[in-house]
């Protein structure tokens, strides 16, 4: 079923400049829809990474209150 949407005039300009040969508009639409999918799923990884990264800080960190809160016991 092909459906019909309305864009402005601009949009379809943006989409004009992103076309590449005889690329169609739901072909541009496609590839910014994986190329998002992608970026979301990098913004992911590094967003686990950088937890996984504040997490072992605060391991080092509470290790180190550790070792202050055990000679207080003197």
């Known amino acids: 079923m092909i ?3 309305q864009i402005h005039e601009t949009v379809k300009k943006a989409l004009d400049k992103l076309k590449t040969n005889k690329q169609s ?8 829809m ?4 992608i970026e979301k799923r990098k913004n992911k990884e590094l967003l686990k990474e950088g937890c996984l990264e504040m997490a072992g800080e605060n391991l080092k960190i ?3 209150f ?3 809160d055990d000679l207080w016991d003197w």
């Open 3 to 5: 459906t019909t949407i």
């Open 25 to 32: 508009y739901e072909e541009v639409i496609l590839v910014l």
């Open 34 to 37: 994986e190329k998002t999918e």
């Open 62 to 64: 509470t290790k180190e």
């Open 66 to 68: 550790e070792a202050i």
